[in-house]
């Protein structure tokens, strides 16, 4: 037997719940095995300071016990009404924050559009104004401007 199992033995020996049968077998295991016997002091040792450290509770304190339970309860209901306040004014900021988020992305949408449109808008007059320009015909301009203080310009029609 591996020393688990003897553990489970000595352990089933010390809450009363092993078989008369078996006990011979237990101890004849314990001869062999030296970790099984320091479990087995162990658990004598712990039996032994069990029994002497019993002592009947005062009547009083279950009564103390359990009224402390029922303050522990009404803290506790309490507390649950607060987290159900608190969740539900969450959950409202969140659904307020949704909606406005669809708001505004909407809108922002639409200043998209406009924005295209005027930059649509903005090329056709640049292009309005590269063909007036271009359709315009040339200028000579002569002149001596240190002598005649003069500028002539004119068109090459």
């Known amino acids: 037997m591996n020393s688990n199992e003897i553990i489970t033995m000595i352990d089933l020996y010390f809450d009363g719940e092993l078989e008369k049968g078996k006990e011979p077998v237990m101890f004849s295991l314990l ?39 029922n303050s522990l309860n009404e803290k506790q209901t309490t507390g649950s009404i607060n987290k159900k306040i608190f969740s539900a004014i ?25 924005f295209f449109d005027l930059t649509r808008e903005v090329k056709k007059q640049n292009d309005k104004l590269e063909l007036l320009m271009n359709a315009l015909p040339q200028v000579d301009v002569s002149g001596s401007y240190f002598r005649t203080k003069q500028i002539i310009v004119r068109p090459n029609i």
């Open 90 to 114: 969450t959950y409202s900021v969140t659904v307020i924050l949704l909606i406005l988020t669809m708001f505004f992305y909407s809108k922002s949408e639409e200043y998209k559009v406009q």
């Open 31 to 69: 001869s062999q095995d030296t970790e099984a016997r320091e479990h087995f002091k162990k658990m004598n040792v712990f039996r032994s300071v069990f029994t002497t450290s019993t002592e009947q509770f005062p009547l009083s304190l279950d009564e103390k016990i359990l009224r402390s339970v």
